[in-house]
């Protein structure tokens, strides 16, 4: 072949420590704070839902933090994930700029949720929780803790938002086949969710009313503890596998990246692509423009405001400074369910303040219509959400052309579409429109 | 990490030519015979349906067919594929067998289908051919060869049986959104599809109808091939990428199998894992017990006659000297789509004859339940029809255990199954029986 298009590292390059921005921030994260005080929360009052492994992450100094071998172990099966060319993409665009991607489809889940997941997982197991509950949307995150509570041998509660878990049977199916239980939320599991269902019998449900359901199972039933699939600064920590490897693989294809580019919903799979070479920049060792891609619908980077909030919508959580369009924000339907979420990670959000990262929001319109041409020319169908990365990786290639710009793009591929396809149907049939 | 259980293979180590092993039958495998003059078919009788450089690697003596470049940087997409120990599922077992697996699920259609889809889009393309048609059952073929020709430009036409194309909407998706055009056969598209239509308005299709469909769309429209996604010899070599790969993997890990194990429909899966083990086999390096599996529902391998027989139903191909269970042989609708086919690829058939290689038969349920412990210990969720590899590698282990035996066992993972959760569904709420 002329030039290589793929850059594919060995098994025993899974990265072995994950990287943690907060010890480079030039400027301290503000904490979060008790939603009753209003005092800095500390890690006592994180411990009644999270184990104390993990609280000690979310609060961590340190710069890098060592992966367990048996997580390692586990990351095995689909790490370290490819770094490929979009060579065919480029043709198709006439663009000069080269156009990389990081892939994440790969895991048993089909995104990069599971990297998190995993790592939860384990140090939840050796903490000795018996049990996790947590609540999902369209299912990604519900799947991938259900795929590694089989694989440490814990059990795993899920609550899946009802319209969801009518409508999208495939990922109900897949935590079912990893041996999760999953209910529709609201549920006759909780007094909360009972008594939702009292107040309207007919409730599609909400990821508030689901979080809240997943809490109250958590300090009601021994041995359980609560899992969160992003926002959370160990959750970003667990990410960063993502960016410590695209870092090794953009070294192995050559050229230094102009342009990063990933996704934001809650923002640990922006953040994971994206920490390791804001590192690198804060060093000053190279000046990249990395760009967070969220949804014009759901703009909490572009549109929200930096200020405390809580995390769910029922204003249980810690209140955390972020990016947010209020926590009662109900952001329309939109196809990318996964970066339907009225905040941003703290740390992200910090990272934004402080002009390490920029933001931008695109329409869905857009987004699957790039997708389709992403798919046409390269093979792979992008994720809903992906898919928004994909748009902002084309426009730039675009305008690199149109300046005659030898642009170097990286952007993160979070994962695929193949239980998104009849968004891709509704797109296809003209029938999805800009909210 | 105590011991590594990933073995990956750098991008330039994707074969640079198939291996075709008609060149070392120990006895010349029976040519095709001409259906209306049951003489030998020789290439002029496949040039209406198929382009010249296809035909003659159809029939090509030479040991090593070079990989074109442009086939190389597709397959690079995906390729090479991971091999993987299963260390927790050998865990799980108690068995001091080791048990690997070459996963072929990480292709952007999800299994070992788009390996020949694109080398016979290219070679399409470069004869000159404008559209290809081709027929589906669940859809895994007709997918990866939308897939191949929106890659290499080519107008793509699939006839999908119409039970399918009503109940598994996904696939047919997939193929949308590749940009091909997906009709429920029998259709209204080719006099065929009428004329069955016209008799039985209701008729719910079958694989005969949609080859017969997709070979008059073939033979009536201009600058229009046909392409075949199994069975044939082209397609075989094809698929030795997978066991080219693997060889050098398990090189990699360390020991020398004892046991391979592929799943067999039409064939294709099994020969590409399996053929160039045999060619070691033949030339006195190893000793391996290369096992075929096909479900007990289609067992052409295990009950069906050594002999001449047709293809496809409707008995327009030419026929081949096959294990059958006779063209007119309508399996029972079992949830391994892929593997309901009557017959058995010629070289499958032979290399069985001569005693390269083994078939054993199994059940469903026994297959289901295999498939849904490998998925909670190793995390990805089997293909149905991957599955049945899954379950002999599986009672291969045990018995192993049993006899206190260290074997090594190696088996093809050809899919992932995220689009046949309905399938685990009725497995688990105990819906799924042996016929």
């Not at 329309?332 to 979420?341: E, K, N, S």
């Not at 426009?395 to 695929?416: P, T, Y």
Request: negative net charge; glycine residues 8%; hydrophobic residues 40%.
């Amino acid at each position: 072949m002329s030039e290589p298009t793929s850059f594919l590292l060995p098994s025993d390059r899974i990265p072995k420590a994950w990287y943690n921005l907060n010890a480079d921030m030039p400027e301290p994260i503000p904490p979060p704070l008790h939603p009753a005080t209003r005092l800095p929360a500390g890690p006592d009052d994180l411990t009644a839902i999270f184990p104390e492994n993990l609280v000690m992450q979310e609060v961590t100094p340190e710069r890098w933090v060592e992966i367990p071998d048996p997580v390692r172990e586990v990351l095995a099966l689909w790490r370290p994930t490819p770094l490929l060319r979009a060579v065919r993409l480029e043709r198709h665009l006439q663009t000069p700029a080269q156009i990389y991607y990081k892939y994440e489809g790969v895991s048993p889940g089909g995104s990069h949720k599971p990297n998190t997941a995993v790592a939860q997982a384990y140090y939840n197991k050796i903490a000795g929780t018996k049990r996790l509950a947590t609540e999902t949307g369209a299912g990604q995150w519900g799947s991938s803790l259900a795929l590694a509570c089989s694989l440490f041998g814990l059990e795993c509660r899920v609550y899946m938002v009802k319209v969801s878990f009518e409508q999208k049977p495939y990922r109900k199916l897949m935590m079912q086949t990893w041996g999760a239980e999953v209910f529709a939320s609201p549920s006759d599991q909780t007094e909360f969710g009972r008594r939702v269902r009292e107040q309207d019998p007919e409730c599609a449900g909400s990821l508030g009313i689901a979080i809240s359901e997943a809490i109250e199972d958590t300090v009601k039933t021994p041995g359980t503890k609560y899992s969160l699939g992003s926002v959370l600064n160990h959750v970003i920590l667990h990410q960063t596998v993502i960016g410590l490897e695209a870092l090794e693989q953009m070294e192995m294809a050559g050229p230094e990246p102009d342009i990063i580019i990933g996704c934001v919903g809650g923002g640990s799979n922006f953040a994971g692509l994206a920490f390791p070479f804001v590192e690198k920049k804060l060093a000053g060792k190279a000046s990249y423009k990395i760009v967070a891609v969220e949804p014009t619908a759901c703009p909490s980077m572009t549109r929200g405001d930096l200020r405390y909030d809580f995390g769910d919508t029922a204003g249980m959580t810690p209140l955390m400074m972020m990016k947010t369009l209020g926590h009662e924000f109900m952001p329309p339907p939109i196809h990318a369910g996964g970066l339907r979420y009225h905040g941003m990670a703290p740390m992200v959000s910090h990272a934004h303040k402080l002009g390490l990262i920029d933001a931008v929001a695109v329409p869905q319109t857009h987004v699957f219509d790039s997708a389709v041409t992403f798919a046409r020319t390269e093979g792979i169908v992008p994720a809903p959400e992906s898919a928004h990365a994909v748009a902002v990786a084309m426009d730039e290639a675009i305008a690199a052309r149109e300046a005659g710009q030898k642009k170097v793009i990286l952007f993160g591929l979070s994962g695929h579409g193949m239980l998104d396809l009849t968004s891709y149907e509704n797109f296809l049939a003209g029938r999805l429109q800009d909210v």
